[in-house]
């Protein structure tokens, strides 16, 4: 009987292991309904480009010289009785200060000499002026007579006057000579060397010493060809600016002189005159610029209009990459046209708020789909929104 039960149950309990078996299969074979969609789009970063107007500011090295140097001769001849503490060797003197001084008794006696002979040959003017008015008066009296030159004291009256310039000449010079006794400073200088001593007799025309002028100092700074294309018309009376680095480093304001106005044979350079006022800060209280001294000297260039600066690293052979409306890559050349620092100063190329990328991908390509970060993401919303279309 347990049998019989068993026949028909059997079949049942088969059946319904099928119907439970075709169930799990077909849920496991069954897609999902909402399929998620993968973005393999590489992500980059954008910054949107301006153009401006930008001030080229042209930078140059040059060495700090004198305006001028002088080699000091005597003008006359003496035994030196005293020289200037601060004639030596670095030091400094003032415009007008006495150097050194030469012994002036002969100078002395001979400007007293001169003085005795210019009065002595006034008096004999005076006199032939007094005998020619006498002659004068004679002629005068007796109209119908003839009276010569000689006669009427003319010769002698333009001698005694010869005289008195003569004597005034040498009443000069002795003057003059007297004076130079006392060598006085040309200009505000530093003192290069001094040749003399006290006591040693000097011949007119000896070297007495050298002096470098400290009251205006100049720099002769190269300019480079690439720079010399973004130099102002006229260059004279254009501020600059004298940077001296190292550890105690300062600026100084200068002007640019002027042009030397030739083409280095070797360096294919121009050069431009930078001159200073005051180096050793003597009036001006400011820090001293030692000649020889090594300086940077920068200057306003010309003005540059609607440039775009972009930095290096982003221009590689005249080219840069954008993310268009598509947001696709496009690659753009550009033209550089100035190099300062950092910095690439490009003319042509770019328009006004241009996405330029600023990351790029790994291998970037020409029309390359790109996702910008920190923008949603247009597309991939609208591929989801049609894949849930396509569901309903």
């Given at each position: 009987m347990r049998t019989g039960i068993l026949k028909?149950?059997?079949?049942?309990?088969?059946?319904?292991?099928?119907?439970?078996?075709?169930?799990?299969?077909?849920?496991?074979?069954?897609?999902?309904?909402?399929?998620?969609?993968?973005?393999?789009?590489?992500?980059?970063?954008?910054?949107?480009?301006?153009?401006?107007?930008?001030?080229?500011?042209?930078?140059?090295?040059?060495?700090?010289?004198?305006?001028?140097?002088?080699?000091l001769s005597a003008q006359v001849s003496g035994e030196v009785v005293s020289w200037h503490p601060n004639f030596v060797a670095g030091g400094i003197v003032a415009r007008g200060e006495t150097l050194f001084s030469i012994e002036k008794d002969n100078y002395e006696a001979a400007l007293l000499q001169a003085e005795a002979e210019l009065a002595q040959a006034q008096s004999k003017l005076i006199e032939e002026q007094a005998q020619a008015q006498v002659a004068g008066d004679e002629a005068k009296r007796f109209p119908g007579k003839v009276r010569t030159a000689l006669f009427l004291r003319e010769p002698q009256v333009l001698s005694a006057q010869a005289s008195v310039k003569s004597a005034q000449a040498r009443l000069k010079r002795a003057e003059r000579d007297l004076d130079n006794c006392d060598v006085t400073a040309p200009y505000d200088a530093l003192i290069v060397s001094r040749d003399i001593g006290v006591g040693q007799y000097i011949n007119m025309g000896s070297q007495i010493g050298e002096l470098n002028n400290i009251e205006q100092a100049e720099i002769i700074i190269p300019i480079a060809g690439f720079d010399n294309v973004f130099l102002p018309e006229r260059v004279k009376g254009i501020t600059a600016t004298v940077i001296k680095t190292?550890?105690?480093?300062?600026?100084?304001?200068?002007?640019?002189?002027?042009?030397?106005?030739?083409?280095?044979?070797?360096?294919?350079?121009?050069?431009?005159?930078?001159?200073?006022?005051?180096?050793?800060?003597?009036?001006?209280?400011?820090?001293?610029?030692?000649?020889?001294?090594?300086?940077?000297?920068?200057?306003?260039?010309?003005?540059?209009?609607?440039?775009?600066?972009?930095?290096?690293?982003?221009?590689?052979?005249?080219?840069?990459?954008?993310?268009?409306?598509?947001?696709?890559?496009?690659?753009?050349?550009?033209?550089?046209?100035?190099?300062?620092?950092?910095?690439?100063?490009?003319?042509?190329?770019?328009?006004?708020?241009?996405?330029?990328?600023?990351?790029?991908?790994?291998?970037?390509?020409?029309?390359?789909?790109?996702?910008?970060?920190?923008?949603?993401?247009?597309?991939?919303?609208?591929?989801?929104?049609?894949?849930?279309?396509?569901?309903?």
């Open positions: 028909w149950i059997l079949p049942f309990v088969a059946l319904g292991i099928g119907i439970v078996g075709f169930v799990g299969i077909n849920a496991i074979a069954q897609e999902p309904d909402k399929k998620e969609i993968v973005d393999t789009r590489p992500t980059v970063k954008v910054e949107p480009v301006s153009a401006n107007n930008h001030q080229v500011v042209i930078n140059s090295y040059g060495e700090v010289k004198p305006l001028e140097s002088t080699r190292g550890l105690h480093g300062f600026t100084r304001q200068a002007v640019i002189d002027r042009d030397l106005g030739v083409i280095d044979n070797a360096t294919r350079m121009s050069s431009l005159v930078v001159r200073i006022d005051d180096p050793y800060g003597l009036t001006n209280k400011q820090p001293a610029i030692k000649f020889g001294s090594y300086v940077q000297v920068n200057f306003a260039g010309t003005m540059l209009q609607n440039i775009y600066r972009l930095p290096q690293e982003l221009v590689n052979n005249q080219t840069v990459w954008i993310v268009n409306e598509e947001q696709q890559l496009e690659s753009r050349t550009v033209k550089v046209i100035r190099e300062e620092g950092e910095y690439f100063y490009i003319s042509d190329g770019l328009e006004a708020d241009d996405q330029l990328v600023v990351t790029l991908p790994e291998y970037p390509q020409k029309g390359m789909a790109v996702k910008v970060a920190g923008v949603p993401d247009v597309k991939k919303s609208d591929a989801l929104d049609s894949a849930a279309t396509e569901k309903l």
